[in-house]
T-cell receptor, first 115, second 112 residues
Framework: GAVVSQHPSRVICKSGTSVKIECRSLDFQATTMFWYRQFPKQSLMLMATSNEGSKATYEQGVEKDKFLINHASLTLSTLTVTSAHPEDSSFYIC???????????FGPGTRLTVT | TQLLEQSPQFLSIQEGENLTVYCNSSSVFSSLQWYRQEPGEGPVLLVTVVTGGEVKKLKRLTFQFGDARKDSSLHITAAQPGDTGLYLCAGVTTGGNTPLVFGKGTRLSVIA
């Protein structure tokens, strides 16, 4: 099956710094990718839809200036958490639909800890 | 906004017991997916149900899609410790390239 990778898998950063998370579709092209955030013992919450070649679409309550999304190619979307704070600590997961888009492939997630 | 109500949120049972997880919505979905997620990993797709009334079996797991395509259930027979994990239902809206609508998840713990 298709594979989606994320890098890094874990990152610890200091408060006030920025962190970039990459999401790659390894063997298929994805014009759309989705970014989710998951707090401990909770479900996935959609943050934004990343669109190749155009601006991302953010869900209500998600600050677009804080969570910068760039979908520069058909296989790569990046999420940059700017000026990170401890409350941004979470598990960030991306997914990419393949083909008609009904089947989505999830990345393994990135654990962000802001100290 | 389409919502999926998933229940129960937490379930702790003994090995060998049966259990059912429910996913309900007032909205119709084109299909519904069930995922299982281990700690520190991304969700892994278990099954997709598409047709109203459809029943799919995956070893000891039985998935059912409601006739009206608004609800679904996951039944596990003779649960084992290896079934422990977070189970998520996710609704697929019309067309492709749209985000999934996730339920809140059911955290299952099977005790040996």
């Amino acid at each position: 099956g298709a594979v989606v990778s994320q890098h890094p898998s874990r990152v610890i950063c200091k408060s006030g710094t920025s962190v970039k998370i990459e999401c790659r579709s390894l063997d298929f092209q994805a014009t759309t990718m989705f970014w989710y955030r998951q707090f401990p013992k909770q479900s996935l919450m959609l943050m934004a839809t990343s669109n190749e070649g155009s601006k991302a679409t953010y869900e209500q309550g998600v600050e677009k200036d804080k969570f910068l999304i760039n979908h520069a190619s058909l296989t790569l979307s990046t999420l940059t958490v700017t000026s990170a704070h401890p409350e941004d600590s979470s598990f960030y997961i991306c997914s990419a639909p393949q083909g008609t888009g009904v089947r989505q492939y999830f990345g393994p997630g990135t654990r962000l800890t802001v100290t | 906004t389409q919502l999926l109500e998933q229940s129960p949120q937490f379930l702790s049972i003994q090995e060998g017991e049966n259990l059912t997880v429910y996913c309900n919505s007032s909205s119709v979905f084109s299909s519904l997916q069930w995922y299982r997620q281990e700690p520190g990993e991304g969700p892994v797709l278990l099954v997709t149900v598409v047709t109203g009334g459809e029943v799919k079996k995956l070893k000891r797991l039985t998935f059912q899609f409601g006739d009206a395509r608004k609800d679904s259930s996951l039944h596990i027979t003779a649960a084992q410790p290896g079934d422990t994990g977070l189970y998520l239902c996710a609704g697929v809206t019309t067309g492709g390239n749209t985000p999934l609508v996730f339920g809140k998840g059911t955290r299952l713990s099977v005790i040996a």
